[in-house]
């Protein structure tokens, strides 16, 4: 169904510094940023209560183009920073990992989670699903993409076309989640973006829909504290429904107006067709950027020398004419050559057990996340892509560092162990310690493809820079991807606890047995001891108890590494408690089933895996029985052609819902009922006979009942 909608409308010891700022000059399709109006906006019940759209089960298989852009064989030379040997086992605690959703006949899964405060959300392109961090277990879905905009309209509820992106906006304890609309329809093409309104996956969300003239194709997204940034690669649609590339575009979201949930615009630069596939940075850890921070985009430069390219985005909300997206920066890094580069089949090459069909290295393009972190003395950006490594791939992967400034290479390598195999579609990030993890897929002729991960710690007199541990095993595959489809990903996803700052989640995709659109996901999570063990969090602030009838509403402040709560309950002020509620993910518990007139004593706990906190602060509520409100006052009636016209003060008292009218031909009655309104002061009614004069009353209802009657008021009817 398709609704009128359309009103709406980015070895290993080669250290160093290898830097060169380009005298390239600034090609841009605008110098000035494009501001974008939202097409419309809501709240959400909450996503738990909406209405599932069905997942993508029982239809034709669907494989998503991949709108590729065209370029000149990208061969340097041989990759100077190989690290083909490893030392010992990666030094993290041995993975935990959870089954991710499975495969919704439509590829690539384009594997995208973030974790939260108690919540692990992962994306599989069209579906999503949410996963209790302290257990790995499912809570809600799979269910469609576009269920997040159920009742919204448009093509963001009616359509459901992918390229997700899920973060988490780690200062504001909110989820960030994103895909397109109206892909196969457009122009226009939309971004769909919904903001959670607390820190909840399973809530209410902040809804928007952007629209574009281009598709805005493999968009990515990144926090910063100014605003919610993004990427995309735009394709016009020609006549003849072709679409052609016209640049990659950085844009920017209104993220204090989206987490408020009011109007919302974007702010947008468009770039010529030179480049291709940016990534924004976005922000891990605490410790927020400095004042007034630029975002940061990198792209591979294509085509090229061995090159990254590098902008600023400096954003003006006040008066977008002042906003700049400054750039490029030429990086020159070690030598590299795109994995596959120079294939038959493009950028596929990578091989798989017990078939001919081959991978989609997908080297072209920088790989899904730029990480940012501030360590107060310094600031680092990590990234990775894919490259030729002698006879396979290698993930080739960057720690830069001054990106305020004049940006350098801190430390680089490709990870690519000398066994045969390729290593590509690699996600990376780093923990408030400075250790470095990075995730990827392992295939070759002789396995299936795997999901593995390596990393190294910051300390370098036990990992030389430019250097990794040896990699761990997440999970082997036991299947290959077979005839007729190479698409692998397009992307995978490294993202950091923001509870600890020290334990890394990753999700990628493998299959179980051979076949086409038959994946399969898997979620594990990890930390290394060198970033120091959880601690209990301290005990929560602001419980707040709040009466009702025959229960009581309780709320209170997220404590900082919580994973869940605890309720107590005493009779006696000072207690001695006992629990009345265990394992809570939310910050709020209603207490039902109370003796009204009787007081009730409250503390909670916070808890995580190292322990339980002490007792917040109690706080007591006496829960009652409601009372049914006063009567309004002052009702006057008023003749006018063919109807009375009434009007009243509302009843002092709280809680009013409803107001009730009733109407009799003799002064005090009796009256009978005439309209039953919601809490107003005004009622017209249009029902009377010309000469005859009507007599009203008004009352008031609430949760405890009905009102007497106000003041009598009558009037004669023309």
């Known amino acids: 169904m398709r609704r009128k909608w359309m009103l709406w409308v980015l070895s290993a010891l080669f250290i160093t510094s290898c830097l060169a700022v380009s005298s390239t000059p600034l090609v841009f399709a605008q110098t000035k940023a494009q501001v974008i109006n939202e097409v419309n906006h809501d709240q959400s019940p909450a996503l738990i209560e909406m209405s599932a759209s069905p997942a993508q089960g029982g239809r034709e298989p669907r494989q998503i183009p991949l709108h590729f852009v ?68 499912l809570v809600h879905g799979p269910v469609a993409g576009n269920t997040l905009w159920s009742g919204f309209g448009g093509p963001c509820e009616t359509t459901n076309d ?162 700049s997206f400054i750039g490029p920066t030429a990086i020159t890094v070690g030598g590299f050559t795109e994995a596959c580069d120079g294939s038959p089949n493009g950028l596929t090459c990578i091989p798989q057990l017990g078939t001919s069909q081959q991978l989609d290295s997908l080297s072209d393009r920088l790989m899904y996340r730029l990480a940012y972190r501030n360590f107060g003395d310094h600031e680092s950006l990590v990234v990775n892509h894919s490259v030729d490594a ?78 990794m541990e040896a990699e761990a095993s997440i999970v082997e595959g036991t299947g290959s991807q077979t005839a007729g489809l190479s698409r692998w990903g397009d992307y995978t996803s490294m993202s950091i606890d923001p509870v600890d700052d020290c334990t890394f989640w990753y999700a990628n995709e493998y299959l179980q047995a051979n076949g086409t659109f038959n994946w399969s996901t898997e979620i594990a999570w990890f930390h290394f001891s060198s970033c120091g063990a959880p601690t209990a969090p301290p005990a929560p602030t602001g419980l707040a108890a709040t009466p009702g009838n025959a229960q009581v509403s309780l709320s209170w402040n997220a404590s900082t590494g919580a994973a869940s709560y605890n309720l107590l309950r005493s009779g006696v002020s000072g207690g001695p408690y006992s629990q009345i509620a265990t394992g809570l993910a939310t910050t709020s518990f209603t207490n039902t089933g109370l003796t009204n007139g009787q007081t009730y004593y409250y503390v909670v706990q916070a808890q995580n895996s190292a322990g339980t906190s002490p007792y917040s602060s109690q706080a007591s509520a006496t829960p009652r029985a409601p009372v ?91």
């Open 162 to 323: 992918g390229d997700p992106t899920v973060i988490y906006d780690k200062a504001a304890n909110r989820w960030v989640m994103s895909q397109l609309a109206n892909v196969s329809y457009g122009p226009p093409f939309y971004q769909c973006v919904a903001v959670s309104v607390g820190s909840d996956a399973t809530g209410s969300y902040n809804r928007y829909a952007f629209s574009f003239t281009n598709l805005d194709d493999y968009p990515k997204l990144g926090v910063w504290p100014d605003g919610y940034y993004f990427s995309a690669n735009m394709f016009q649609r020609q006549g003849n429904g072709a679409l052609s590339f016209i640049g990659p575009q950085a844009c920017v979201l209104e993220r204090n107006a989206m987490l408020a949930g009011n109007k919302a615009t974007a702010q947008c630069f468009q770039l010529s067709n030179f480049y291709y596939s940016l990534l924004p940075s976005d922000l891990d850890g605490s410790t927020a950027p400095p004042t007034g921070s630029p975002n940061y985009y990198m792209s591979l430069q294509l085509p090229g020398s061995s090159t990254l390219d590098f902008w600023k985005f400096h954003t003006d909300w006040t008066t977008p004419a002042n906003s």
């Open 70 to 137: 065209p370029h000149a064989a990208h061969r340097g030379q041989p990759d100077p920073i190989v690290q083909s040997l490893t030392g010992p086992l990666v030094s993290t605690t041995s993975a935990s990992t959870t089954n991710g959703l499975g495969a919704d006949f439509i590829a690539p899964p384009d594997t995208n989670g973030a974790v939260g405060a108690t919540q692990y959300v992962l994306w599989v392109n069209t579906v999503f699903g949410v996963y209790d961090k302290s257990t790995g277990a």
């Open 390 to 467: 002698g006879s396979a791939a290698g993930v080739r992967w960057y720690e830069l560092r001054n990106p305020g400034g004049t940006p350098v290479v801190y430390q680089q390598g490709t990870y690519a162990p000398s066994d045969g195999n390729y290593r590509w579609m690699g996600s990376i990030a780093m923990d408030k310690a400075g250790d470095i993890a990075l995730g990827y897929s392992v295939s070759s002729a002789n396995m299936h493809p795997a999901i593995r991960y390596t990393g190294r710690v910051a300390d370098a007199s036990v990992d030389p820079l430019g250097t």
């Open 628 to 718: 049914p409100p006063a009567a309004p006052t002052a009702l006057v009636a008023s003749a006018a052609k063919w109807k009375i016209n009434l009007r009243w003060t509302q009843s002092t008292s709280s809680g009013v819902t409803q107001n009730k009218v009733y109407r009799s031909t003799t002064s005090g009655g009796p009256y009978s009922l005439l309209a039953t309104l919601s809490a107003t002061t005004t009622y017209s009614d249009s029902n009377v006979g010309a000469g005859q004069t009507y007599y009203y009353v008004i009352t008031a209802v609430n949760g405890g009942g009905q009102s007497g009657y106000s003041n009598q008021a009558s009037a004669k009817g023309k």
